[in-house]
């Protein structure tokens, strides 16, 4: 019996901040987060955050996927103080197809609680999607919007 689109898979939390789970295509996927307090002095409970499939074969479109990662930040809001910053890996040519994704999947899955900045950065060579999410009340919210935006005019290299 399938399991309803809207549920999701079963997660394996792997250490503080490190989970993966199998999509019913047999697909592994390791969901993580890493500490971002190094680029920014104001940014002491930001964390990056990285989705990866264990192996690159193509796979088809599974909406679960969406209700799983919305359910892992779920869990890592629930700390009101943390934020997140979202980068569009830009490694194969699809970082706006990634932006337009976890948009869409903010606005389906957004409670009212999180906000989402969005910025880009480029150079010759590439151009970064990147977003700052937090909840509604951190009472950091203004710092930690002002460093985003200070980082993504420094090209999202670390401020001292």
Same mark, same amino acid.
């Given at each position: 019996? =399938?399991?309803?689109?809207?549920? #999701?898979?079963? +997660?394996?939390?792997?250490?503080?901040w490190?989970?993966?789970? @199998?999509? /019913?295509h047999?697909?592994?996927?390791?969901a993580?987060?890493?500490?971002?307090?190094?680029?920014?002095?104001?940014?002491?409970?930001?964390?990056?955050?990285?989705? =990866?499939?264990?192996?690159?074969? #193509?796979?088809? +479109?599974?909406?679960?996927?969406?209700?799983?990662?919305?359910? @892992?930040? /779920?869990?890592?809001?629930?700390?009101?103080?943390?934020?997140?910053?979202?980068?569009?890996?830009?490694?194969?040519?699809?970082?706006?197809?990634?932006?337009?994704?976890?948009?869409?999947?903010?606005?389906?899955?957004?409670?009212?609680?999180?906000?989402?900045?969005?910025?880009?950065?480029?150079?010759?060579?590439?151009?970064?999607?990147?977003?700052?999410?937090?909840?509604?009340?951190?009472?950091?919210?203004?710092?930690?919007?002002?460093?985003?935006?200070?980082?993504?005019?420094?090209?999202?290299?670390?401020?001292?």
């Open positions: 019996m =399938e399991l309803n689109s809207q549920c #999701p898979y079963n +997660i394996t939390r792997e250490g503080e490190n989970y993966s789970f @199998i999509t /019913k047999g697909i592994i996927y390791h993580y987060f890493i500490d971002f307090s190094n680029y920014h002095p104001a940014f002491d409970n930001v964390y990056t955050f990285n989705i =990866e499939p264990e192996n690159e074969e #193509p796979h088809p +479109i599974d909406n679960r996927i969406a209700y799983t990662i919305a359910e @892992i930040l /779920k869990r890592f809001f629930a700390n009101k103080e943390h934020a997140m910053i979202m980068v569009c890996d830009n490694m194969d040519g699809k970082e706006e197809k990634r932006e337009l994704l976890f948009s869409r999947w903010f606005l389906r899955h957004n409670d009212g609680t999180l906000l989402k900045y969005d910025a880009s950065t480029s150079n010759e060579d590439y151009i970064l999607y990147v977003s700052i999410y937090l909840k509604k009340d951190n009472p950091k919210s203004p710092e930690l919007i002002s460093a985003f935006y200070d980082l993504v005019k420094n090209g999202f290299y670390p401020i001292d």
